[in-house]
């Protein structure tokens, strides 16, 4: 069965700590990944997307890399105001839906 | 101002009654859908549209209906057999057909409560 797996599920920072999450997956057939952040009471926000192993996108304070098993999305000196749940999403060519993860709440305190 | 709208934001509902979320965009994409947010689980896809009067289930259709008449709308109606219809609906557009390679625009979401 395809499986999207985010982990921590919540994280606690002090401003200034740097720090990564995990979004690992058992697909067939991996064709890319979609990195959002989701405020509370909002919808998704599109941060990145990474199609091949090895690839980096930065913005900001964040950087999103991918392996052929996992993405990590690195937050660099966070601020307060990164504060958010952090999902990612696989897709795969063969089939119109993507597969979400559950998603990591990050806090980030001043 | 370009963007995609929900609305209400929040939504009342009585048990054996159906209601009707909206979704408004003015983006000029093609597809649309509609997902499902619930505490601690990822989002699940109810029903999707790539073109007008054409839309497909998703994992969790059951209970709920779509209509496509006009490409800048996509309403999606809870129906009284939705059981659990407590959530976070949120609607997403995309530019393109065909793929799910095409980034999904997220509106604001509406908040359905059972009273």
């Known amino acids: 069965e395809d499986q999207v797996t985010q982990s921590p599920e919540a994280l606690r920072l002090q401003e200034g700590e740097s720090s990564s999450l995990n979004c690992s997956y058992t697909?067939?057939?991996?064709?890319?990944l979609f990195w959002y952040r989701q405020d509370p009471g909002k919808g998704p926000e599109f941060l990145f997307t990474?199609?091949?192993?090895?690839e980096e996108k930065e913005k900001e304070r964040l950087k999103a890399t991918l392996t052929k098993k996992e993405s990590f999305l690195h937050i660099t000196a966070p601020k307060p105001e990164d504060s958010a749940t952090y999902l990612c999403?696989?897709?795969?060519?063969?089939?119109?839906?993507?597969?979400w993860g559950a998603g990591t709440k990050l806090i980030i305190k001043p | 101002d370009g963007g995609i709208t929900q609305s209400p934001k929040y939504l009342f509902r009585k048990e054996g009654q159906n209601v009707t979320l909206s979704c408004e965009q003015n983006?000029?994409?093609?597809?649309m859908y509609w997902y499902r947010q619930d505490p601690g689980q990822g989002l699940r896809l109810i029903y999707y549209?790539?073109?007008?009067?054409?839309?497909q289930k998703g994992d969790i259709a059951e209970g709920y209906s779509v209509s496509r008449e006009k490409k800048e709308s996509f309403p999606l109606t809870v129906t009284s057999a939705q059981k659990n219809p407590t959530a976070f609906y949120l609607c997403?557009?995309?530019?393109?057909?065909?793929?799910?390679?095409?980034?999904?625009?997220f509106g604001p979401g509406t908040r359905l409560l059972v009273l």
């Open positions: 549209s790539q073109i007008v009067n054409d839309f």
């Open positions: 990474l199609y091949s192993a090895g």
């Open positions: 999403a696989v897709f795969m060519d063969s089939n119109y839906q993507l597969i």
């Open positions: 997403a557009t995309s530019r393109y057909r065909g793929t799910s390679r095409e980034t999904q625009y």
């Open positions: 983006l000029n994409h093609d597809a």
């Open positions: 697909v067939s057939g991996l064709r890319g």
